[in-house]
């Protein structure tokens, strides 16, 4: 579930892959979105998956 509904960031300028994009990174555009759509987060996901 959560390779589909959350997203999977990476940082170009880091080079490295990141859940929950910092604001520095969104506004610079140093982001690409490798997986996933940005529905749920990760602590949304597992709470699913215990109660589903």
């Known amino acids: 579930m959560g390779a589909v509904l959350q997203a999977s960031y990476f ?3 880091r080079k490295v892959i ?5 604001a520095s990174a969104v506004a610079s555009g140093d982001l690409k979105r490798i997986s996933g759509r940005d529905i749920l987060t990760n602590e949304q996901v597992n709470v699913v998956s215990v109660h589903g």
Do not use: A, F, L, Q
Not at 18 to 22: C, I, L, Q, R, T
């Open 18 to 22: 990141v859940e929950k994009p910092s």
């Open 11 to 13: 940082d170009t300028k």
